[in-house]
């Protein structure tokens, strides 16, 4: 099945009552927020007489005179309301009590904290204390309200889960950062994990910048001078930058005939979740129960054998699920069950018994963590040894093993007094992220120009990493009268990454183009006329375009199919040696790809996984003129 059949089928699922629901409950739940946020805050001295003296006022509301008496007498700039009562008790009176009624039934004013009371027969309206409890409330008026406002009640519930379990009791889990009591290396391991020095100074092959500006973040690697790796994070919380958070979820609609199902996690867009990433318990007595068995499939996590997935879930039903996918577009994130945690230097698997060594390590070193790692496998999971762990001491080991093993029975006992849709735990913010997973000794320095997230990456790195921490710098853009990435020379970078054309050395050229189901590279010559032979100069200009694609992939962050159209080439060995290079070009890259052989007519078929949007997309937003399409119309041509 296609990925624009799967897409259609998300639309149509999001335009039922239920789904509409769920994006109405984006609109309302700031408001929710916002007044819960605001009655605390209000609760200044001034102002607390007040509400002391109005509290009695409703309990004696039905007694007639003497409590209209009463709630008259606080205003000082009107002394004769003290005495109007008592004169007169005809038909002022009962406008006066008439006025009383209606001032009880008014709310509160904006300053001041509501009455704590409930609401009673003939109030006009829900009293302060309902409202804010709509998000609890709202099922049982549901069943009373009718079909229209217990749907709207409804998806007031349903969308707003995180942002009530943020700030009441049920917040999420963080990620654990620091630790209270760091190991203590010897001397020896010190100087072997600081790395290399000359003159004082730290040496590495790359180097990380991190600007932060009003609204986002950005997130500079550098190799050498050249620019390799970009992302932007903007402060989207808990909607569009989601990756790696844990969510309980709640299946609302499971498609056989897809091998899907879409599961709601609290965003506006419904999450996908394939029966490939939907992990099986198999019975110990299964021979053929294999870990290979339990996923299987391409890309969408198609299954071969094993149940279907209208046997292992129903609508309705409670899941925990991680994110492995942020949403882009009209697409919802997709989920997997399979939950893993993160740390410095292993990833923990809960209710697994798989173990691996990161392949990026050397092979001495692999064998002595393979030895190292059979001894502290706690009972009940799974350990991936990532490689920020090489030449780590078995405690260091023990001591991120022990971290995330506090958060996994953190996240258990949320999960059990939460309902569904709620935020189990929370990834750090992006630059943390990419800290945790790629700074090491082959990191010249790390230089951040904001001094909040300074102080926060270096008490991290002071728990996990000491030997490092001389190679994180603060920028000070005052002091240095000019802004870090314009230092660094990669405001200009990142303008050539979002061209559409990029230049060879030779004067060849690439041109990427992008569809919305795959990415498009030709090459070209260009201006590239070679020396001796058309072969020849055929051949130099596939083998730089081969290296500067792997580079373009990654520094785009480009994922999904992606087409080749390298320049043809008749002989075979000079295909072969192209796609050698290729592929150790894009070995270079962290992100899983794979690629198809080269075919007769040049071209080469590869897939890259894709986490979230790519550098174009984070960059920038479609014309309002032509929709993206990059042309104009005619109008006069149609009429």
Known sequence: MS???????TNNTTNNPQSETSSESA??????????????SSGDKPDAPEPEAAAPAPPEAASGPPTRRRRATPAPDKPKAKAGPKAKAGPKADAVSKEAESEFAKPAPPGVPPPARKPQIGDTRPSPQAGESEGTTGRRRRRRGGRGRGGRVRSNQAGTPTTDNRNGSHAPVEAILADQ????????????????YRNGKPLGRYRMCVHVAEGATHISVLEGRSLIEYYVSRPSDDISEIYGNLYQGRVRRVLPGMEAAFVDIGTPKQAVLYRGDLTVAYDDSDEDASPERKRTGGR??????????????????????????NPIGHKGARLTTEVSLPGRFVVLIPGSSVTGISRRLPTRERRRL???????????????????????TPAEIRRDIERLTRQWTQISEL?????????????PELAVRIIREQFTADFREVVIDDPVLFEQVKGYMEAVAAPLMDRIRYYDPVAERLPLFERVHVAEQVRKATDRKVWLPSGGSLIIEHTEALTV?????GRNVGRSSLNETLFRNNLEAATEIAKQLRLRDIGGIIIVDF??????????????????????????????PISDMGIVQMTRMRTGEGLLESMSDPCDVCEGRGIQLRESLFS
């Open 181 to 196: 009591s760091p190991v203590e290396l010897d001397d020896e391991q010190l100087s072997e994990r600081r790395g290399q």
């Open 415 to 427: 999960a059990k007094r939460s309902e569904a849709p709620a935020l189990l735990f929370r990834e």
């Open 300 to 325: 969408r996590g198609r299954t071969v054998d094993g149940p279907a997935i209208s046997e292992l879930i129903r609508n309705g039903q409670t899941i925990m699920c991680q994110v492995i996918k």
């Open 567 to 596: 320049v043809d080439m008749d002989d075979k060995r000079q295909r072969e040696q192209l796609m050698s290079t290729l592929n150790e070009a894009l070995a270079r890259d962290k992100t899983r790809t794979a690629t198809e």
């Open 3 to 9: 990925e624009s059949t799967l897409n259609d089928t």
């Open 27 to 40: 609109d309302t739940a700031p408001a929710v927020r916002k007044r819960r946020l605001v009655a605390p």
């Open 521 to 525: 590279i030709d090459v070209n010559t």
């Open 370 to 392: 393979r030895g190292l790692l059979a001894k502290e496998i706690p009972e009940g999971f799974g350990v991936i040894l990532r490689t920020a762990a090489e030449n780590v």
